[in-house]
């Protein structure tokens, strides 16, 4: 077990780096870096001095060794364009993205376990239908568009909420279930089958024959051991949230890590983007980790090696 | 069943706790104005980034040596209380007395020394330091009065004074707390302190109440940071925010009938204009083209349909609002004639294929005023691609010279001549669309250097007018400013785009 | 029911998609500065106009035409490249497997949707370089299905008694490995395609992607956000039509699913 941690550990550290050298290549490629930064009423041998100062005239694999020894340190350089600290500048934004990204996980179970176990144990009656419905259309439904029509309906014509930032309790109401929306109809969707696979087995029919009662059924052995996929899914989907992040946040000018990539993008702030790459996919090989550890415990009969 | 019914609460329960924040009615009572910007600042150090929303916010916490009267634009007195030419290379300022910044420090020829010691540093990798490039000494002469040697006669050095380029730091805290801790905690002379900035949300100032002008009204300021102008507007309406910077024309009707808010507009000094670059090859080269262009755009049209009337059409490449304007006639929209000097040049207008590059959301409706343009010249025949580009991508094009025959670019703020000719009618400038015509090379180096006022005012005539014989752009328009201010906030934008709250008041209704 | 709404869908979607120049009542590039905004309903412009007067039901549809046009290119590319890759590291086990197979660890500890926007924000905008970055993002699903299909494929008898009748290795690999791995690809691309679809909305919305005038639905929905206040319908219909055709691209990658492969998991 610890053996598996820690080869998974040494395997993400790998791929970390190979990612960060690949995105190191391409943003090299993509263009001038400082004139975005500077006053465009600058002279242009300024401007060439800027570049100079920076080590952008350098040959590339010097920069590259440069970054490396660096990131090493955990030193992604200064963010071109808030001269501070790149991956404090990126850290800085953690918190509020995992708000929103825990709250909306929190309401897509909340959503999706209880519409999915009661479309199962009451399939194929309307409010089957209805969950169906409302799960293949959460599906198909872009979040961009959600959120668009929700500043729309509930900031713009009625007033009721911020269309954006963060703050108060309401201001986390929006993101958090245009982020939850298309996890929820995924998850719900699959609770279906997980239960509906379960109610067929053996020991529910034992357990009905039993003559326990139909919660204690429901609630003792077809939730419990419809767990597993269950589990799994959320787990693969919290990483995907860091995703669907990146957009509610740009949406709804939440402070947090997606937007921040987005705005270093547009900006060609590079020593953020990196240290932005980094942190994702930190984040995101450890939240796969996890996902698998917990799947090894609840479901003995998977061996991790 | 019972989880259906607790996510049920927990939805209840976030929409009861959604009701509005603290709203505008507290800020009434506390003199508390709160400003919703596009962008948040990229520091909190004086002299450092040159960047428009960064400026407009530390200027509340430091002070320039001059100021500039808000309706002629012309320089006027601030933390220096007078200015004289001492000879061709020497400006001396005599400085106001018992000023202190905010953490006790006096005032005095010290600091401005060591503001000018520091952007020139290269350490601190200060964009000020190429605009100060000419000035080769800071001398003190006395406390309270300092002079600048030039390297060459410089006439343009007052109106960098009176710009956002010498914001003053403190001498003392700056040698003993050093740049990393004034940039976490900015000391200035400025009528607003420093309490806090949380990034990418707001930043947070107080009224200073020992300001040497006097204290402000307003007690406290807050900028709030709302990229998108929708949940700008949306802050406006709903009470969040007081100001509104940049109030797209289409929807002033709707702030207008609000009643919440009222529209504040300014003629600003920054012009938007159509290049025709003559810097690469291709029908733009021909002075006839670029004629033609100017007489099938309907700039009158433009304005009146696209920015629904809130621009002020500009004719040459200075606008009135700069101090070495002089009239010139503008180019009369006649389609015939633009079709007759196409062919005079030997382009059929039917079989002509341009290609404009534009920006998108940089200036007010950029990509939609350049794809109305494109429609125009298609009424001549002429067909126009336009490219949107990335603003980053824009930029590049420009200084590559690889944008299409014509791109679209604002300027400014352009108060004075030397700001907007220098650099847009060189073929060597990073970011000019024209240039190789020595007689305007040679022109312009002279303009430059010329002290004496009457002298400079008739070089840049001379210029502007050559500007518009060689019809070097598709001159446009100056900007509206245009803010939406809550009911019980009195103020009014400035042409110089400073959103200055020391002028603000607030009245209760 | 899933058959029926998503073939139909789908088909309607591909129609329009033809058919927008027939369809379609304007030009979609066609600015008319005087009819701008104008609301749904407004004689000439069933679905209204946009801020420089174009008139949005053309842009609609040949949004539609966009989107599929996108959409297939990229479910194509990205087939054929990631299903040829999966096939060689399938079946050359040693090294070619084990490059492959940490690339897709890079690409996989990203999500998608950020990793097609970084690459797109690199290689440049426009409609070719989201096609290319989506692909370049989106391979590696294929590559990894199709390697292990070829894995178990190859355990089968008959692969090993032709190998031992000495037939060629190339042959193996198209004549007998490719027709069983094709249903996994045929299933994968249906699911991909609308996954596609949205992404390259999303990415064109973020302002990067394909770029005004050209009238994709997500940088259609990106321009309509300045204009929320006073046109609704500029951000309701095209995004109707974008969760429309997701909608029904997805019903029929889960109908071929179910008829094909059901124990596929993607």
């Known amino acids: ?216 059924v429901i609630g003792k052995h077809t939730l419990r051991n419809s767990a597993i996929p269950i589990v799994t899914l959320a787990g693969l989907e919290a990483g995907q949230l860091l995703g669907g992040a990146v957009i509610t946040e740009t949406i709804f000018a939440w402070p947090g890590l997606g937007r921040l990539t987005v705005q270093a993008l547009l900006n060609r702030d590079f020593p953020v983007v990196l240290a932005a790459v980094f942190l994702i996919s930190v984040l995101y090989t450890l939240i796969n980790l996890a996902v698998d550890l917990l799947y090894g415990w609840l479901d003995p009969r998977v061996r991790l090696r | ?27 009434v009572k506390s003199k508390e104005v709160v400003i919703g910007l596009g962008a948040e600042p990229r520091t909190m150090l004086a002299v450092t980034i040159v960047d428009w929303t960064t400026n407009t916010q530390l200027e509340h916490i430091y002070d320039r040596l001059l100021d500039r009267d808000p309706k002629t634009l012309r320089p006027k007195p601030m933390l220096a209380t007078g200015w004289r030419i001492v000879n061709d290379t020497t400006w001396e300022f005599t400085l106001r007395q018992g000023v202190k910044f905010h953490n006790g420090e006096p005032f005095d020829a010290q600091s401005v020394k060591a503001t000018m010691d520091y952007l020139k540093n290269p350490a601190s990798k200060s964009h000020y330091a190429a605009y100060w490039r000419l000035v080769k000494e800071v001398q003190i002469v006395d406390p309270y009065t300092v002079r600048l040697v030039t390297e060459k006669p410089w006439p343009s050095l007052i109106d960098r004074a009176s710009l956002t380029d010498f914001l003053v730091l403190p001498a003392k805290a700056l040698r003993e707390l050093g740049p990393e801790k004034l940039n976490q905690h900015p000391i200035g002379t400025g009528p607003f302190r420093f309490v806090e900035w949380r990034r990418d949300e707001r930043l947070v100032l107080e009224r200073n109440p020992d300001y040497w002008a006097g204290p402000a009204d307003v007690a406290r300021v807050t900028f709030r940071f709302i990229p998108e102008f929708s949940a700008r507007m949306a802050a406006l309406l709903s009470g969040e925010i007081d100001i509104m910077k940049d109030v797209p024309p289409h929807v002033v009707e709707a702030v207008e009938r609000s009643g919440r808010a009222k529209i504040r507009a300014a003629v600003s000094s920054r012009i938007n204009y159509l290049a025709l ?39 040459g490449p200075l606008s009135p609002a700069n101090v070495d304007y002089a009239p010139v006639e503008c180019y009369t929209h006649d389609p015939q004639r633009a079709a007759a000097l196409l062919r005079e040049a030997g382009h059929d207008p039917a079989k002509l294929q341009l290609t404009l590059d534009t920006p998108s959301g940089r200036y007010p409706l950029d990509k939609d005023v350049s794809l109305a343009i494109a429609a125009q010249l298609q009424r001549l025949g002429i067909k126009v691609n336009v490219v949107v580009n990335e603003w980053g991508t824009h930029l590049d094009k420009i200084k590559n010279r690889n944008t299409g025959d014509m791109f679209f670019l604002g300027w400014g703020p352009a108060v004075f001549g030397q700001g907007v000719i220098e650099p847009l009618f060189q073929a060597n400038q990073t970011y000019s669309s024209y240039g190789n015509n020595p007689l305007i090379n040679e022109k312009i180096a002279k303009a430059i250097t010329i002290v004496d006022p009457k002298g400079r005012a008739a070089a840049y005539a001379e210029l502007q007018r050559l500007a518009h014989e060689e019809a070097a752009w598709v001159p446009l328009w100056q900007q509206h400013d ?5 009911s019980h906030v009195e103020w009014s934008p400035r042409a110089d785009e400073k959103v200055w709250m020391y002028d603000a008041k607030v009245v209760a209704r | ?29 066609r600015a008319d500065l005087v009819q701008s905004l104008k609301p749904p309903g407004t004689p000439g412009h069933l679905l209204g106009t946009d801020q420089l007067g174009r008139d949005l039901l053309a842009r609609v549809l040949y949004g539609a035409r966009l989107a599929l046009f996108i ?54 905008l426009g409609l070719r370089n989201i096609i290319l970055s989506l692909s370049a993002a989106g391979w ?3 590559a990894r299905v199709v390697r292990g299909e070829v894995l178990s494929v190859k355990q089968r008898e008959y692969v090993h008694a032709a190998a031992a009748l000495g037939v060629g290795r190339a042959r193996l690999l198209f004549r007998h490995v490719l027709p069983n791995v094709a249903p996994s690809i045929v299933v994968v691309a249906s699911l991909q395609f609308s996954q596609f679809i949205v992404a390259e909305a999303a990415i064109s919305f973020l302002g990067f992607g394909v770029q005004p005038p050209t009238p994709a639905w997500g940088s259609m929905l990106s321009e309509s956000r300045d204009f929320l206040y006073v046109a609704w319908w500029l951000a309701a219909f095209p995004g109707a039509a974008l969760a429309l055709t997701a909608l029904g691209v997805n019903l029929l990658g889960d109908w071929l699913r179910d008829r094909l492969d059901p124990k596929l998991r993607v």
């Open chain 2, 277 to 315: 670059v003559n810097l690469k090859p291709g029908p733009m080269q021909d002075p006839r083209v670029r004629r033609a262009i100017n007489h099938a755009v309907n700039v009158d049209e433009l304005i009146a349909q696209v920015l629904k009337g809130r621009a002020t059409k500009i004719c």
């Open chain 3, 1 to 29: 029911m899933k058959k029926f709404l998503g073939v139909g869908v789908t088909l309607v979607t591909l129609v329009v998609a033809v058919a927008a120049p027939w369809l379609a009542p304007h030009d979609p590039l």
């Open chain 3, 71 to 124: 959409g297939g290119c990229t479910v194509l590319l990205t087939a054929v490249v990631g299903g040829l890759l999966g096939l060689v590291a399938g079946f050359v086990e040693r090294w070619p497997s084990a490059v492959l197979m940490r690339i897709a660890d890079v690409q996989l500890s990203f999500p998608f949707i950020l990793l097609a926007m970084t690459i797109n924000a690199i290689v440049g």
């Open chain 2, 1 to 27: 069943m019972r989880g259906l019914r607790s996510a049920l609460a927990v939805s209840l329960l976030l929409g009861l706790l959604a009701a509005a924040p603290a709203g505008a009615q507290d800020r």
């Open chain 1, 1 to 216: 077990m610890r053996a598996y941690v820690a080869s998974r550990l040494v395997q993400t550290a790998l791929v970390v780096f190979l990612s960060l050298t690949a995105v190191f290549g391409m943003v090299r490629l993509s263009g001038d870096p400082v004139l975005l930064f500077m006053p465009m009423d600058i002279q242009a041998k300024d401007v060439n001095e800027f570049r100079e100062r920076l080590g952008f005239n350098d040959p590339i694999a010097i920069q590259y060794g440069r970054f490396v020894a660096g990131a090493l340190r955990g030193d992604f350089g200064e963010s071109l364009r808030y001269r501070r600290d790149a991956l404090a500048l990126v850290l800085e934004r953690v918190p509020a993205t995992l708000l929103l990204g825990g709250t909306a996980l929190l309401l897509t179970l909340a959503i999706a376990v209880p519409l999915g176990v009661v479309s199962a144990v009451h399939r194929d009656s309307l409010l089957d239908h209805l969950g169906t419905l409302a799960t293949v259309l959460g599906q198909a439904t872009p979040g961009f568009w959600l959120g668009l029509m929700m500043i729309y309906l509930f900031s713009v014509q009625l007033g009721w909420l911020p269309t954006g930032g963060r703050g108060s309790l309401a201001h986390l109401v929006m993101p958090s279930i245009v982020l939850a929306a298309f996890f929820a109809a995924r998850i719900a969707r699959l609770t279906r089958s997980a239960v509906l696979d379960v109610l067929g087995e053996d020991y529910v029919l034992t357990a009905r024959a039993k003559g326990l009662g139909e919660a204690r």
């Open chain 2, 482 to 486: 245009l803010y939406g201010v809550a």
């Open chain 3, 140 to 142: 590696v699903v294929y």
